[in-house]
């Protein structure tokens, strides 16, 4: 299976890091990141600048 971030994600427009504390993934901007497939379901657990870029945390959905 294959999911993709919350599509909220696409608003932004500056560049956007994804990270889950172990993997990182760079975007041009929120709309790659939202367009962008991950083999997990992650939810966002929270949004950080730094510098021109935004960083998202995320974490593995568990039921």
Excluded: C, H
């Amino acid at each position: 299976m294959t999911y993709k971030l919350n599509p909220e994600i696409e608003k932004i427009i500056s560049p956007v890091v994804v990270t889950d504390g172990k993997n990182r993934w760079e975007f041009a901007n929120g709309r790659k990141a939202e367009e962008a497939v991950f083999d997990k379901q992650y939810n966002i657990t929270s949004y950080r600048a730094m510098g021109d870029t935004v960083e998202v945390s995320v974490e593995e959905f568990r039921v």
